[in-house]
Structure formats: structure tokens, C-alpha cells
């Protein structure tokens, strides 16, 4: 059994999301090498075309994205396809119809494709199991519950321009929580076990910072309702 390094750090090239909507464009250009990351960059616009997302991207999104640049991942969820559930969801409701067929297509067509994609729900001893071994995560999260010690404030707060990004819609939620939710995707590039902290880089960030919280507090934000826990392990060669 291999003992885990005390603190693992990768060092990834931030890229501060562009749009309202591509926080999980973003990470995969974080993940992308150099050449990779200007070759989709020049063609953005087609290969959003071409990979059928438009402006509203899933999961399933991004893992046929990281395939089509030959980056070895797995992607766990708790539900292959949509929630049923989402159809009351008032901005899910409003994106259904227009994505369903496409994400379902994706994910039933995963296999054929070479993707790994499995029901699974992933405790966080093995999230940083990975981060120490492998490579970075790419999570789901929901901002409004996602905090930096760097940015001081409630992602939400600060950045304030998740209202329509990725997954995302003010709402009334089954937790006691109650916060609103805003669908955000972001890296997590490092781990410290004498502090219990995680560090992440969060496309929305402006100055490139590498934000930093609790374990306990990304844990939070990552199983929220609405992200049906999704979660991407990137196996890396090298760092970028």
C-alpha cells in the first residue's frame, strides 16, 4: 500500500473562463497542454460546434472534449444520464429539452467511444488518493457553498456571475442549506494533510490565484444537490 505524500501540489496554467457559461471549458483548457491549449483556443467556436454543446455543457461534455485530445480520465457520477428529478429544477427544467437527447446520446455511445464512465459515488480519502498518485480532479460544484480563504468570500459573492453559468439557477433547495445553486466546475490541483486543506484553481478567478478551503468545506460544495456528484480524475504523466 503506498504512503501518501504529507502535500502534492500540480502545477497547472490557470484560464480564467471567458463567458458566462464555459467554467468547465476552462478547466480542460487548465489540463490541456500548451500546443492542445491553442489549437482549441484557435478553434473554439468549431469545436464547440462540432462536440453539438453550444453554450450549456455536462459532464459527459467535457469527458468527450478530454478524449478528443487523448487525455486518459474517468468520470464517476450518481446518474448516468438526467435526473428525473431535474424536470422541477426551474432552470434544469429549461435546459432538458434542449440537451437531453445529445447528453443521453453521449452517454449511452461512452463505451463505443473508449470513455470510463460509472455509477459510483467517490469518497474524498480517494479524491486525494488520486491528487497524490495520478493527477488533478476536475469537480462540479455548487458555488454558492464553494469558499476560498485566499478570496476571503463565498465565491458566489464575490465573482457574482454564476446566475446563468454552466448548471445554474436561484433556487429553493431539498437541504438545509438553502442556498441558491450555481453549477461551477473547477481544478483541484493540491492537497496539504497538516492543514486538512484542498487548492484549486476556480475559472473565475481574475488574477490566477490558486484558491485554497477545508476539505470539509469543498466536500460541502462538491455533493450539493444538482451536481449528482460529478467528478473527473485526470491521470497525468507530467505536469504541464
Given at each position: 500500500?503506498?504512503?501518501?505524500?504529507?502535500?502534492?501540489?500540480?502545477?497547472?496554467?490557470?484560464?480564467?473562463?471567458?463567458?458566462?457559461?464555459?467554467?468547465?471549458?476552462?478547466?480542460?483548457?487548465?489540463?490541456?497542454?500548451?500546443?492542445?491549449?491553442?489549437?482549441?483556443?484557435?478553434?473554439?467556436?468549431?469545436?464547440?460546434?462540432?462536440?453539438?454543446?453550444?453554450?450549456?455543457?455536462?459532464?459527459?461534455?467535457?469527458?468527450?472534449?478530454?478524449?478528443?485530445?487523448?487525455?486518459?480520465?474517468?468520470?464517476?457520477?450518481?446518474?448516468?444520464?438526467?435526473?428525473?428529478?431535474?424536470?422541477?429544477?426551474?432552470?434544469?427544467?429549461?435546459?432538458?429539452?434542449?440537451?437531453?437527447?445529445?447528453?443521453?446520446?453521449?452517454?449511452?455511445d461512452a463505451r463505443a467511444h473508449g470513455l470510463r464512465v460509472e455509477q459510483r459515488i467517490v469518497d474524498m480519502d480517494v479524491i486525494v488518493r488520486h491528487l497524490a498518485l495520478?493527477?488533478?480532479?476536475?469537480?462540479?460544484?455548487?458555488?454558492?457553498?464553494?469558499?476560498?480563504?485566499?478570496?476571503?468570500?463565498?465565491?458566489?459573492?464575490?465573482?457574482?456571475?454564476?446566475?446563468?453559468?454552466?448548471?445554474?439557477?436561484?433556487?429553493?433547495?431539498?437541504?438545509?442549506?438553502?442556498?441558491?445553486?450555481?453549477?461551477?466546475?473547477?481544478?483541484?490541483?493540491?492537497?496539504?494533510?497538516?492543514?486538512?486543506?484542498?487548492?484549486?484553481?476556480?475559472?473565475?478567478?481574475?488574477?490566477?490565484?490558486?484558491?485554497?478551503?477545508?476539505?470539509?468545506?469543498?466536500?460541502?460544495?462538491?455533493?450539493?444537490?444538482?451536481?449528482?456528484?460529478?467528478?473527473?480524475?485526470?491521470?497525468?504523466?507530467?505536469?504541464?
Amino acid at each position: 500500500m503506498n504512503i501518501l505524500p504529507q502535500s502534492k501540489h500540480y502545477n497547472l496554467t490557470h484560464y480564467q473562463q471567458r463567458y458566462n457559461w464555459d467554467c468547465g471549458l476552462s478547466c480542460i483548457l487548465m489540463i490541456l497542454s500548451t500546443t492542445q491549449r491553442e489549437e482549441f483556443l484557435n478553434n473554439f467556436e468549431s469545436i464547440c460546434k462540432d462536440e453539438g454543446f453550444g453554450s450549456s455543457t455536462w459532464t459527459i461534455d467535457l469527458c468527450y472534449l478530454l478524449q478528443r485530445y487523448q487525455v486518459r480520465h474517468e468520470y464517476f457520477t450518481q446518474t448516468l444520464g438526467i435526473d428525473p428529478n431535474y424536470t422541477q429544477h426551474m432552470y434544469y427544467s429549461k435546459i432538458i429539452d434542449k440537451d437531453e437527447k445529445r447528453v443521453m446520446r453521449k452517454f449511452k455511445d461512452a463505451r463505443a467511444h473508449g470513455l470510463r464512465v460509472e455509477q459510483r459515488i467517490v469518497d474524498m480519502d480517494v479524491i486525494v488518493r488520486h491528487l497524490a498518485l495520478k493527477g488533478p480532479v476536475i469537480l462540479l460544484t455548487n458555488a454558492s457553498l464553494l469558499t476560498c480563504e485566499i478570496c476571503k468570500r463565498n465565491a458566489l459573492e464575490k465573482f457574482g456571475c454564476f446566475q446563468f453559468n454552466c448548471i445554474a439557477q436561484n433556487t429553493r433547495l431539498p437541504t438545509d442549506l438553502n442556498k441558491s445553486y450555481a453549477g461551477h466546475y473547477v481544478v483541484l490541483c493540491g492537497y496539504d494533510m497538516d492543514t486538512q486543506k484542498l487548492y484549486y484553481h476556480n475559472p473565475e478567478v481574475h488574477d490566477g490565484h490558486i484558491c485554497r478551503c477545508l476539505t470539509e468545506a469543498m466536500d460541502t460544495a462538491r455533493k450539493a444537490y444538482g451536481t449528482d456528484q460529478d467528478i473527473i480524475f485526470i491521470y497525468q504523466t507530467s505536469d504541464n
